[in-house]
């Protein structure tokens, strides 16, 4: 009986340990370890902005535009070979861009050093057809 009471004790005492110890968890994921060293964090997605001007110069040899913000000071953009540009509705390039025609830049950054990503134009003489209609006219 005796041996029966210790061999309950120890159990009892074995168990009481296993409850005590915690499992280990997991490291949080935004300090994640990369195979190669130190804590990985997460990478934030560049956030998209976007803004309407009327083009006041091109210059598609140099990859150059400049626009002119309804409020505001003329300001010339590097346009890259990777931008998306559509005319009308149309994929386009920017050669076919004209002074005078509006612009949506869709951009990544800072507004004084953008990276664009993404240029919608209206030919102006779109513009001015669309104007000329009165309001609630259809096409013909």
């Known amino acids: 009986m005796k041996e029966l009471g210790i061999l309950v004790m120890l159990t009892a005492l074995g168990g ?3 409850l005590a110890q915690k499992p280990p968890q997991p490291a949080p994921k935004s300090e994640m370890k990369t195979e190669s060293g130190p804590p990985m964090k997460k990478e934030r997605k560049a956030r998209l902005r976007k803004f309407l001007a009327e083009v006041t110069a091109v210059d598609a040899a140099a990859g150059k535009l400049t626009v ?3 409020k505001g000071k003329p300001v010339t953009l590097s346009v890259g070979a ?6 009308g509705g149309k994929l ?3 050669s076919d861009i004209e002074a005078g025609d509006k612009v949506q830049v ?13 240029i919608l134009a209206i ?16 096409k013909p």
């Open 68 to 70: 002119k913000e309804r």
């Open 16 to 18: 009481g340990v296993a």
């Open 123 to 138: 030919k102006k003489r779109t513009m001015a057809k669309r104007e000329e209609r009165p309001k609630g006219a259809h």
């Open 106 to 118: 869709t951009y990544e950054g800072r507004k004084d050093a953008p990276a664009i990503k993404k």
């Open 92 to 94: 386009s390039v920017l």
């Open 82 to 87: 990777d931008v998306r540009i559509a005319l």
